[in-house]
């Protein structure tokens, strides 16, 4: 088992910046692929992005290019997404999530094994 929790959610202003945590405890944090996603009112979950055991693959959404940087840190067993040039699209609960073994993309959902409670982000025009 692997139990996470996401923190550093929030309101602000469209161009502004926010940093999600998700800290992790359990089983050893450094064996998971890790996730994000989000899920806006009336929509489906949606892939952020993710980042390979080791932090040396990363990968994004198309939404989130060029403004969100995912990372981790396997000795503090937390994963990390910097979002800057935030938009109001961007406002939904953000998810992260824990895969012991890719089945088929970074994005596809049913990988991943566990998921946190979520943290709202919301962002103002």
């Known amino acids: 088992q692997v139990q996470l929790v996401e923190s550093g959610g929030g309101l602000v202003q469209a161009g502004g910046s926010l940093r999600l945590s998700c800290a992790a405890s359990?089983?050893?944090?450094?064996?998971?692929?890790m996730g994000w996603f989000r899920q806006a009112p009336g929509k489906e979950r949606e892939f952020v992005a993710a980042?390979?055991?080791?932090?040396?693959?990363?990968v994004y959404g198309d939404s989130v290019k060029g403004r969100f940087t995912i990372s981790r840190d396997n000795v503090r067993a937390t994963m990390y997404l910097q979002m800057n040039n935030l938009k109001p699209e961007d406002t939904a609960v953000y998810y992260c999530?824990?895969?012991?073994?890719?089945?088929?993309?970074?994005?596809?959902?049913?990988?991943?094994?566990?998921w946190g409670q979520g943290t709202q982000v919301t962002v103002s025009s």
């Open positions: 359990g089983r050893t944090f450094s064996s998971y692929t």
């Open positions: 999530a824990a895969a012991a073994r890719l089945r088929g993309s970074y994005s596809y959902i049913p990988s991943y094994d566990y």
């Open positions: 980042i390979s055991w080791s932090g040396g693959s990363t």
